[in-house]
């Protein structure tokens, strides 16, 4: 089992916080002598403290500064697919 207390703030990270949940790409943004603040993205950001000894199921990686451009161009363009205006008739 790891804890968010093995992340290394301004890195990118895809984790599984428990055996059942789903795989997230996390953010570390800020780290305290308690506490990380995490940027997690799914379909919209969610920033939110974590404890350090707060546990994590699996890091599968650190992602690297290429892939995150990549991902960042898809990320961007599926946002802006949500806020979208019908013209009016």
């Known amino acids: 089992m790891y804890s968010y ?3 290394e703030k301004n ?15 996390i953010k570390v943004n800020l780290e305290t002598e ?15 403290w ?5 546990p994590i199921f699996d890091i599968l990686e650190l992602v690297g500064d290429d892939k995150i451009k990549d991902w960042e161009s898809i990320y961007n ?3 802006g697919s949500y806020n979208y205006e ?3 008739d």
Request: hydrophobic share 25%.
């Open 77 to 79: 363009d599926n946002q």
């Open 34 to 48: 308690q506490c990380m603040y995490v940027s997690k993205y799914t379909d919209e950001q969610l920033n939110e």
């Open 11 to 25: 890195c990118y990270y895809l984790i599984q916080e428990t055996e059942e949940s789903p795989i997230h790409l």
């Open 50 to 54: 974590k404890k350090k000894g707060d």
């Open 86 to 88: 019908e013209d009016e």
């Open 5 to 7: 207390a093995l992340l």
